[in-house]
């Protein structure tokens, strides 16, 4: 489906199958000269068919098209490798580029969840784990395809408007956004979403991404950002309101965790089970590992934070995490 926004403008939906999310929303900023294409979807047939007959649609020729890639994550980024040329340019921000370009040489996904899921106490050292379970290990394409890395206040002047790459580091390091101030439209990625919280979930301990995130959301409130384009789901016009209420959520989350805590030392794993889940699973036990360790990353994401911010202590024992609330 292609829904036309503004003059040049379209938003395309890219279905996720078997995905809750359901559907990317990709946008195409149509150029005389040169076009935008922001975001791809899936490395799945599925999601090339759809942006194939949509570019048809669109009368768009890729190799007057360049690529904006929001973050690095593969319902993004997953038809990067499909969808280039040589001569255009796929724009990410730093540290994505960084992940996405090791990504090719190793599966980076499975090593990085595998430390993980050991980390968090989820899985025993050398307990089997099953990869291909994990979407996230599937739906990347992994040919080598030159990036160029995105910066802070870069523009791309397209389709009569001139958008400014916004870093919005939280739900991913190296997150991006595009900012049109003319009619103060932002193109959002994952950074904000309508009815769904963007994921924060930490997965290696370089950053502490909640302690990233939240200054990220209060600079795009700080834009004068009337009409947000988001990666998934419905356009936003109450922009501050959503901010407010993703906002919320989180502080009610680290309540969450520290209840989880209680007094004595526990694994993120340990504190994930105890904690609220909006699942349709009668208990921790029936998640599938997948939910699990994605409920882990969360659990970690603030658990971290309330390292970072003094609030817990976090020591390790055989590679195993363990935290503790500060007396
Ligand atoms: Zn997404």
Redesign the pocket.
């Known amino acids: 489906m292609i829904e036309r926004i503004l003059p040049n403008i379209y938003r395309i939906e890219i279905p996720l199958p078997k995905n809750p ?1 359901r559907v ?1 929303n990709s946008y195409l900023i149509k150029d005389h000269d040169r076009s935008l294409l922001v ?1 791809t979807g899936f490395n799945l047939e599925a999601c090339q068919i759809a942006m194939d007959q949509a570019l048809a649609k669109l009368g768009i020729n890729m190799e007057e098209t360049d690529l904006f890639i ?2 690095v ?1 593969t ?2 980024s997953g038809l990067v490798q499909h969808l280039f040329r040589p001569g255009i340019s796929v724009w990410m921000g730093e540290d994505d580029a960084e992940l996405f370009q090791s990504n090719m040489r190793e599966n980076l996904f499975i090593s990085t969840a595998a430390k993980m899921l050991h980390r968090s106490g989820l899985l025993r050292e050398g307990s089997p784990y099953r990869p291909q379970e994990e979407a996230t290990a599937r739906y990347a394409d992994r040919a080598e395809v030159p990036i160029n890395v995105v910066h802070e206040g870069d523009k791309f002047v397209r389709g009569g408007y001139t958008w400014q790459a916004v870093s919005t580091p939280g ?1 991913t390091v190296g997150h991006m956004c595009l900012f049109e101030t003319g009619q103060k439209i932002l193109i959002a ?2 950074h904000i ?1 309508d009815k769904i919280t ?1 994921n924060i979930g930490l997965w290696s301990f370089k950053h502490d991404l909640l302690g990233l995130y939240i200054p990220s959301l209060d600079k795009v409130a700080a834009l004068d950002v009337e009409l947000v384009l988001p ?2 789901r419905n356009i936003i016009t109450d922009v501050r309101g959503r901010i407010d209420e993703i906002k919320q959520h989180h502080v009610r989350r680290l309540q969450d965790v520290l209840q989880a805590l209680g007094e004595d030392k526990k694994t993120a794993a340990q504190v994930a089970q105890r904690m609220r889940w909006d699942l349709s699973y009668r208990d921790w036990d029936e998640f599938p590992l997948n939910q699990k360790m994605h409920a882990c990353a969360e659990a970690l994401a603030h658990l971290y934070h309330l390292v970072v911010k003094g609030q817990l202590t976090m020591s390790e024992e055989a590679g195993v995490l363990y935290f503790q609330t500060t007396s």
């Open positions: 999310l990317l975001d929001t973050h994550h319902d993004h739900h990625g994952d979403l963007p990666g998934h």
